[in-house]
């Protein structure tokens, strides 16, 4: 089974933690990147209003088919409340078609982005994947995770899931 781990991460945490995740199930390790770059408070501020508005932000092109793989890990942020303008416009692009779609969001709060869940799941099944589980960690804005702390609830999570993980970063749903 072919996996692929793709994310969205401005602050760096979520690339932490999607790193952790495709050092465990293997396959390809994809970053959505926006076309303009965001950048201090206003970066940040701006994008929250436009999580807020659900609007999308242009990406650049990602270089390869949703049809290669199997089992999707997309990784997100929580910016107030809402998927960011990035993940949105990757849900907007990408196919999904029978896919196994593991979604895993960092956020700066303890509570469950169950809004965020709920919005990204219901997308994911209009373009015809399915939403396995969710993982959410939670995160500093003012300091990057480290990879000790994104991996053990990483593997945690894909443990429950029945994803078996082997020295060398294969995985295989057992």
Known sequence: MKNIVVYYSWTN????????????????????EEV?????????????????????????????????????????????????????????KADLR?????????KADDKVPQKVIDSISQRVERKGGKVIDTLSITTSMKSVISPEAARKPA??????????VDSYGNSSDI
């Open 155 to 164: 593997e945690d999570w894909l443990r429950k899931n029945s994803i078996s």
């Open 36 to 92: 303009k770059q965001r950048t201090g408070g206003m970066g940040f501020a701006g994008g929250a209003f436009s999580a807020l508005l659900g609007l999308k932000s242009k990406i650049k092109p990602m270089d390869f088919s949703m049809s290669d793989y199997e089992n999707i890990f997309l990784g997100g942020q929580v910016w107030a409340s809402h998927s960011t303008p990035a993940i949105n416009a990757f849900l907007d």
């Open 98 to 106: 029978d896919k196994k779609v593991y979604l895993f969001l960092t």
């Open 13 to 32: 945490n979520t690339g932490v933690v999607a790193r952790e995740i495709h050092d465990m199930v293997g396959g390809d390790l994809k970053e959505i």
